[in-house]
């Protein structure tokens, strides 16, 4: 059993790839390994998520390989986004950087064992980078076994994800997914910090950066502010999809000395718990209820169903 974290390092070069060779089919729906959803992410930039949503959404549940490059149109990533013609390649290009530079870092629990590896594979002939409108992204095939055959994913549809112009959205996006049937994430502040890449600062070493005082750097120290600078806007952009939620915080139950309350812990609430029943307006469609009659056939479950379609 391994742990997984990612970094985010700079690279400085990329050599261009060849141009398009095979039409992409995006399913617009990423299956995320749970390692992945739930790891300790380096901040980047919302071009670089999206590329990989693109990338992601174009592996299928009976691949039993990733493919040697992935392919997919500039238009993919910026349609929608707010981002000009004019800036799109310096986008793709910083994000590019980003993937290129991620690390994943895994760990045993009993800390005998720590290896890393890179996201991207970029030893290959054909070359990560972008041409003629087409980006061209190798995965690392070392990774595969948490794109390929994974049985403990998340899942989440891109029509809202792919519109959202936040980092922090994103993560509430992922996560939240997570947690359509329970409809509730209740996380410590600690384990919050850690996803949201609002934990101890570390240098290249890894080593946890201190002030002057020796204390522990973090972003955002004051509790206040990782509310106020992390959560705004998650809930704004969010309050639109079927991943809409409340928050609010969780105080301290017992205090020795006198004060205001520390909180400890946050309940994120969804507005709209994925409960799987099947409403029962979908089956007054004669298109929809051909579907879940031939899906329960198969016997695909409702919730199964509900979740899908």
């Avoid at 095939?141 to 994103?170: D, R, V």
Wanted: aromatic share 12%.
């Amino acid at each position: 059993m391994v742990q997984v974290r990612m970094e985010d390092k700079r690279s400085t070069q990329l050599v261009l790839p060849l141009g398009l060779t095979y039409e992409p089919k995006h399913k617009d729906l990423v299956k995320q390994h749970w390692n992945v959803t739930f790891a300790r992410q380096g901040r980047m930039s919302v071009a670089a998520k999206r590329m990989m949503a693109r990338v992601i959404d174009q592996i299928r549940d009976d691949d039993f390989k990733l493919r040697p490059y992935y392919q997919f149109r500039i238009v993919d990533i910026v349609t929608e986004t707010g981002i000009s013609r004019e800036t799109a390649y310096k986008e793709v290009q910083g994000a590019l950087r980003e993937l290129s530079a991620a690390a994943w870092e895994f760990e045993s629990l009993d800390k005998s064992e720590w290896y890393i590896r890179h996201l991207l594979d970029s030893t290959k002939e054909r070359a990560v980078g972008y041409k003629d409108g087409v980006i061209t992204v190798l995965l690392n095939p070392q990774l595969e076994p948490y794109f390929i055959q994974i049985a403990h994913y998340s899942t989440y549809q891109l029509n809202n994800y792919m519109g959202l112009k936040s980092w922090y959205s994103m993560r509430f996006f992922e996560i939240l997914s997570a947690f359509r049937d329970t409809g509730v994430w209740c996380p410590t502040v600690e384990q919050y910090r850690q996803l949201m890449d609002c934990s101890e600062e570390k240098d290249k070493r890894g080593k946890v950066k201190r002030d002057k005082d020796g204390n522990p750097k973090m972003k955002y120290p004051d509790t206040r502010d990782l509310i106020r600078f992390t959560m705004t806007e998650p809930l704004e952009e969010l309050a639109g999809t079927n991943l809409a939620f409340d928050f609010e915080p969780v105080y301290e139950t017992a205090r020795m000395t006198r004060g205001r309350k520390k909180i400890t812990s946050f309940k994120f609430t969804l507005k709209r718990k994925q409960d799987g029943k099947i409403p029962e307006y979908w089956l007054q469609n004669a298109v929809v209820s051909q579907v879940v009659a031939g899906l329960r056939t198969w016997k695909v479950t409702d919730k199964n169903i509900a979740l899908y379609l």
